[in-house]
């Protein structure tokens, strides 16, 4: 039998079955555990005159609090501490970590630097999104988009990047009510495409997303976007361009990781907070290009540009 922690619904059968005169193996059958951990749960409650499930549940809450699994070493607090000072993201530190054997999981970290910034420190100024509360728990439960479909049931060969026709897709915010800008990525070539428009609006985004990837559209398999109500019309798009629009999870932006890197470069050409009414079109197709025609390191050092007319063509 596979161990398991006890929730406290199990906690609480135990009790009822205890007042009922089962004796232990009959109780750890009905709950679908082993009967020493029954037995463990009798034993925490000691010197009360019945099993209390309430009492028994905190102290096992405490203790697992308590645990190596969630006391981490001054020393990689030490080291994620010195990389996030270096502007890393907690996804990036947590992965590097893990390769050197010193895990440390990027929930953890959010809530790290939360309790930091609770107690006046300056840690979340290191974020990217710096301003913004960490979220997680209700909001990502479900998505707010009518039939959304999840990225669980995205084909396996995206993750790859090994197909080509792969899309993931963004907006980009300036100063607020000045409009947005879509930006689209190419998952195998990194290739980019941005257009600007009026409003984060659902219609102003569809078309937009329709206008950039129509040229392409043999080439466009599956689009992946985030759970931004500007894309609500997803099944317009996928019905013009005969694809398939997947959704990641919420606060999960490592899953269009390629798509927000490039969102960064175009930050050097469209500043944060800007007014976008005074970027001119031609600003934007500028950026476009010296993106597209920038030499990736994941593309041995070829021009995404280039590479996806290669295989276009």
């Not at 079109?281 to 500028?286: A, R, T, Y």
């Not at 030499?295 to 007319?309: E, G, R, S, T």
Request: include cysteine; charged fraction near 25%; proline fraction near 4%.
């Amino acid at each position: 039998m596979n161990y398991q922690q006890l929730t406290e619904a199990r906690r609480y059968q135990i009790s009822v079955l205890l007042e009922q005169g089962f004796p232990i193996a009959i109780i750890a059958k009905c709950i679908h555990c082993h009967r020493s951990s029954v037995y463990r749960e009798i034993k925490r409650c000691q010197g009360q005159p019945h099993y209390n499930p309430k009492m028994a549940h905190q102290k096992a809450v405490e203790l697992r609090r308590q645990s190596a699994k969630y006391t981490i070493p001054e020393r990689r607090i030490e080291s994620l501490l010195l990389l996030l000072q270096l502007d890393w993201s907690p996804e990036q530190i947590s992965h590097v970590l893990n390769l050197v054997k010193e895990p440390v999981s990027h929930e953890w970290i959010y809530r790290y630097i939360a309790r930091n910034k609770r107690n006046g420190g300056k840690l979340y100024r290191h974020l990217r999104q710096g301003h913004k509360r960490y979220r997680r728990g209700k909001a990502e439960q479900a998505p707010t988009i009518k039939n959304a479909v999840s990225i669980d049931e995205r084909p396996a060969i995206v993750d790859s990047r090994e197909r080509f026709g792969d899309w993931e897709i963004d907006t980009v915010l300036g100063q607020h009510g000045t409009g947005a800008i879509v930006t689209i990525l190419e998952r195998k070539t990194r290739f980019y495409l941005i257009k600007k428009v009026n409003s984060k609006s659902a219609e102003d985004v569809t078309r937009a997303t329709i206008e950039l990837l129509m040229p392409y559209k043999a080439h466009v398999l599956t689009i992946t976007a985030d759970n931004g109500r500007e894309f609500a019309n997803h099944e317009e798009i996928a019905n013009a361009l005969d694809t398939k629009v997947y959704f990641a999870h919420p606060y999960r932006s490592c899953e269009r990781g390629a798509n927000e890197n490039a969102n960064g470069l175009l930050r050097q050409y469209v500043k944060k907070g800007v007014d976008l009414r005074l970027v001119s079109n031609e600003l934007i197709e500028f950026a476009q290009s010296r993106i597209n025609y920038r030499p990736k390191k994941c593309l041995k050092f070829k021009q995404p540009a280039v590479v996806f007319h290669q295989l276009v063509a």
